[in-house]
């Protein structure tokens, strides 16, 4: 069964944007805690690409369709697992990538959505935090997207998200989205 087109993020409202989000049915990874381990022999680095024995995945329909038994474990490790089988995979960074950003309103008011590399749409918010963690070349953004799983901010990204704090000036540096407010100066 093929996989529906992703959606042009620009000719969505948040609205919709937060429904199709809302709407996304994930298999229970969380629930699956199978015997049988092993290594997938994947990777997934920095930039979000999927390697498979130092191939890259080049079938965007696989990397999605992988993304959704991914589950991050409490040792920080991260597995691909499904009810039967437990795989472990290495992530260099962050398993996804936030690559395309949308905006509304200003301040206390904003609402930021954003599409990951592998087609997901995440509202940041409560349960979707942005995080910043300081680093020698400043702060980088981390989305929340699932149980542990995170999305660097891809750099244009980033950029963006930046012109928006500097925009906002008016207390603490950081950003408002769907009622919450992520401070920069929160860099771990």
Request: aromatic residues 8%; glycine residues 8%; proline residues 8%.
């Given at each position: 069964?093929?996989?529906?087109?992703?959606?042009?993020?620009?000719?969505?409202s948040?609205?919709?944007?937060?429904?199709?989000?809302q709407?996304?049915?994930?298999?229970?990874?969380?629930?699956?805690?199978?015997?049988?381990?092993?290594?997938?022999?994947?990777?997934?680095?920095?930039?979000?690409?999927?390697y498979?024995?130092?191939?890259?995945?080049?079938?965007?329909?696989?990397?999605?369709?992988?993304?959704?038994?991914?589950?991050?474990?409490?040792?920080?490790?991260y597995?691909l697992?499904?009810?039967?089988?437990?795989?472990?995979?290495a992530v260099?960074?962050?398993?996804?990538v936030a690559?395309?950003?949308?905006?509304?309103?200003t301040?206390?008011?904003?609402r930021?959505a954003?599409?990951?590399?592998?087609?997901?749409?995440?509202?940041?918010n409560?349960?979707?935090?942005?995080?910043?963690v300081?680093t020698?070349?400043?702060p980088?953004p981390?989305?929340l997207?699932?149980?542990?799983?995170?999305?660097?901010?891809?750099?244009?990204?980033?950029?963006?998200?930046?012109?928006?704090i500097?925009?906002?000036?008016?207390?603490?540096?950081?950003?408002?989205?769907?009622?919450?407010?992520?401070?920069?100066?929160?860099a771990?």
């Open positions: 069964m093929p996989m529906p087109p992703l959606p042009d993020l620009e000719s969505l948040l609205a919709e944007i937060a429904r199709l989000a709407d996304r049915r994930l298999p229970p990874v969380e629930s699956w805690n199978p015997a049988r381990c092993g290594d997938s022999e994947m990777r997934i680095t920095r930039d979000g690409s999927w498979h024995r130092g191939e890259p995945i080049a079938r965007p329909a696989m990397v999605r369709l992988f993304s959704t038994i991914l589950r991050r474990e409490a040792d920080g490790g597995v697992v499904t009810p039967v089988e437990k795989l472990t995979i260099d960074d962050a398993p996804f690559v395309e950003m949308k905006a509304e309103g301040g206390r008011q904003s930021l954003f599409r990951l590399n592998t087609g997901d749409l995440v509202v940041a409560g349960d979707h935090p942005i995080r910043f300081a020698a070349n400043g980088h981390y989305l997207v699932r149980y542990g799983l995170e999305a660097l901010l891809a750099r244009p990204v980033y950029y963006e998200l930046a012109e928006r500097l925009a906002d000036q008016d207390g603490p540096s950081g950003i408002w989205s769907d009622r919450a407010f992520f401070a920069v100066g929160d771990e």
